[in-house]
C-alpha cells in the first residue's frame, strides 16, 4: 500500500502570509500530482512533478519535488482569501500489470482570512 | 484543458434502491476511468479502476457485486449502487485518464455526485 502523509490538515492564516504544505511517503513515484478541491466539487489539477528535484511554479504557487521523489511541497506566497481551499497532493504508482493508480494524501484545508 | 462530467450531480434515494452514476469524458477518450468515495473531510478514496471494454479492478473492501461499473465505450462509464443503504451516502467522484504512457499519465476529474440514501 503506497501512503501519502500530508501536513498541516489544517491551517488557517492572514491574507499576505506565506505558507508551505508538505506530502512525504516511503514509497517513491513516478509522479506527484497537487490538486485544489472547492467544497462539492471535483478535484481540479494544479500541477504534475515528475523529475527528481524538479520546481514549477505557478503564480504566487511553488511545487517542489523531492530528490528521491517520495515527498513534495507547495509553496504560496502572499496567500489571498481566493486561495482557500482543500489542497490535495497525489502520487501515481504503477502497479500490477502495467496499470497506473493515483494515492492520495488526506489533504489541507487552507483559510486565508482577508 | 480536458472535461469530465457527471450525471447527476445529486441524488436522494430511498434505502434498497439502486442508483446510476454517469461519466463522461467529453473532448478526449478515455482508455480508462476511476471512481472515488469520499466522506466528509476526508480524503479521496479508489474504488475501482475501468477500461473500456473490460472488467472493472476492484480496490479491496470494495464489493464488486454493489457497485456494479459498466464501461461501455472510450467516452462513458457508469456506477450503479445497488441497494443502496444510508451508509452508502457519500461523495463520489469519477476521473478520466489519458493513457499517454511516459513520462506520467494524467487524470482528470469529474464535478462529483452527492449520493444521500434516505
Known amino acids: 500500500t503506497q501512503l501519502l502523509e500530508q501536513s498541516p490538515q489544517f491551517l488557517s492564516i492572514q491574507e499576505g502570509e506565506n505558507l508551505t504544505v508538505y506530502c512525504n511517503s516511503s514509497s517513491v513515484f513516478s509522479s506527484l500530482q497537487w490538486y485544489r478541491q472547492e467544497p462539492g466539487e471535483g478535484p481540479v489539477l494544479l500541477v504534475t512533478v515528475v523529475t527528481g528535484g524538479e520546481v514549477k511554479k505557478l503564480k504566487r504557487l511553488t511545487f517542489q519535488f523531492g530528490d528521491a521523489r517520495k515527498d513534495s511541497s507547495l509553496h504560496i506566497t502572499a496567500a489571498q482569501p481566493g486561495d482557500t481551499g482543500l489542497y490535495l497532493c497525489?502520487?501515481?504508482?504503477?502497479?500490477?500489470?502495467?496499470?497506473?493508480?493515483?494515492?492520495f494524501g488526506k489533504g489541507t484545508k487552507l483559510s486565508v482570512i482577508p | 484543458g480536458a472535461v469530465v462530467s457527471q450525471h447527476p450531480s445529486r441524488v436522494i434515494c430511498k434505502s434498497g434502491t439502486s442508483v446510476k452514476i454517469e461519466c463522461r469524458s467529453l473532448d478526449f477518450q478515455a482508455t480508462t476511468m476511476f471512481w472515488y468515495r469520499q466522506f466528509p473531510k476526508q480524503s479521496l478514496m479508489l474504488m475501482a479502476t475501468?477500461?473500456?471494454?473490460?472488467?472493472?479492478?476492484?480496490e479491496q473492501g470494495v464489493e464488486k457485486d454493489k457497485f456494479l461499473i459498466n464501461h461501455a465505450s472510450l467516452t462513458l462509464s457508469t456506477l450503479t449502487v445497488t441497494s443502496a443503504h444510508p451508509e452508502d451516502s457519500s461523495f463520489y467522484i469519477c476521473?478520466?485518464?489519458?493513457?499517454?504512457?511516459?513520462?506520467?499519465?494524467?487524470?482528470?476529474f469529474g464535478p462529483g455526485t452527492r449520493l444521500t440514501v434516505l
Open positions: 497525489a502520487g501515481e504508482f504503477r502497479s500490477g500489470a502495467g496499470s497506473y493508480q493515483l494515492t
Open positions: 476521473s478520466a485518464g489519458i493513457m499517454a504512457g511516459t513520462p506520467y499519465n494524467e487524470q482528470f
Open positions: 475501468s477500461n473500456e471494454g473490460s472488467k472493472a479492478t476492484y
